[in-house]
C-alpha cells in the first residue's frame, strides 16, 4: 500500500459530521454566553432546578450523553457554560443527599460556584411528606420544623463535603405547612421559634407558598433574623414584584428568585407540555420583565442575587436564563 494513503485522513461518515457539527454550535453557543456574561455584574448567579436532563443537548450538554452519564458528571458540563454560574439541589428536599455524592459534585465545580440546596420536606412539611404518587395519610409530621432534623440530613453532611460550593438553603414551605384553621400569625410565631435555633454558618432563605403568608409581619420576622425572601413564580403565589412590595428586595442581605411554575399551571400539566424541555414553549415576557427589574433592584444596593429556573417555567430552563441574562446585561446598559 502506498505511503501516501496515511496522508489523508479516512472520509468523515455522517454520524462524525453530525457530531462534529453538534459540538461546533456548542461551542458557538457558549462563546454568545460567554460575552453576555462577561456584561453581567459578579454578583448576579443564574442557574437551573437540577440537570440531568438529556434534552439539553445542543444548549447546555455535547450530543450522546445518557441519563446515566449526566448523572455521574452533568455537573462539570453544566459547569462549563459561562451563565450557568449555580445550581438548584433539589433532591435534598426529597431525601438526604449521599455524603459520597456530595463530594463527587464538588470535584466536578469549579471554584466559586455555589448550589442552592433545598432543605428536606421532612423539616418543612406540617404533614408527613410522601412522594412518588403514593397516597399519604395526611398524618402530623413529628420532624416538623426541626432543627436537629435539618442539621443531620443536611447541614452536617453539607459542612462535612461541600461547604466551599454551598449557597443559600432554601427553606420551601408548601401550602400546607399552615393548617388552614390557623392564622397566619400562629404560624409566624412557630417559625420565629425554629429560625431562633438556626445555626449561623449557613444562609438561609425563606419560600412561603401560602399568599396569605406575605405580611408586613413576615417582613419583619425576615429582617429579624438577617434572612432572604425568595421569590417564586409559582402556580398559586403573587408574581415576583407584587412579593417585592411587600418585602423590598433592597432589605434582605442576599436575594434568590426561583421561576417554576406560571401562577395558574400545575407541575404534571406543564411537565407533560414542555417534555423534553429543549425549546421554549410558553415565554413569558412579564415574567420576564419583573426578574430583571427585581435582579436590578438587589444589584444596586450590592445584594447578590441567585436566579433559579426550572423547565417548567417555560419549556426550557437554559434558554430561559439565556433569555434573562441578556435582558439584565441590557437593562443595566441603558440604565433602564
Known sequence: MSDQLFLFEPPEDDAARERRQALEALDARRARAAAVAASLPAGVHFGTSSWTFPGWAGLVYPPGLTGAALSREGLRH?????????????????????????????????????????????????????????RGTAAPNPAFLSTERLITDLLEPLAAAFLPHTGPIVLEFPPGARDQAQPPAAFLEALDRFLETLPRDFQFAIEIRDKALLTPAYRALLARHGLAHTYNYWSAMPMPLAQAAVVPPEEPPFTVVRLLLRPGTWYEDQ???????????????????????????????????????????????PLTVEALAARLAGALASGA
Open 78 to 134: 453544566y459547569a462549563r457554560h459561562p451563565l450557568l454560574t449555580t445550581v438548584g439541589v433539589d433532591r435534598s428536599y426529597y431525601a438526604p443527599v449521599p455524603i459520597d455524592d456530595l463530594r463527587q459534585y464538588a470535584d466536578q465545580l469549579p471554584d466559586g460556584f455555589r448550589c442552592c440546596f433545598k432543605a428536606p420536606a421532612a423539616v418543612t412539611s406540617r404533614l408527613t411528606p410522601t412522594f412518588g404518587g403514593a
Open 271 to 317: 411537565r407533560d407540555r414542555f417534555t423534553p424541555f429543549n425549546r421554549l414553549v410558553e415565554p413569558d415576557e412579564p415574567m420576564r420583565d419583573e426578574v430583571v427589574r427585581l435582579t436590578a433592584r438587589a444589584l444596586a444596593k450590592g445584594r447578590k442575587v441567585y436566579v433559579l429556573v426550572n423547565n417548567k417555567a417555560e419549556g426550557s430552563s
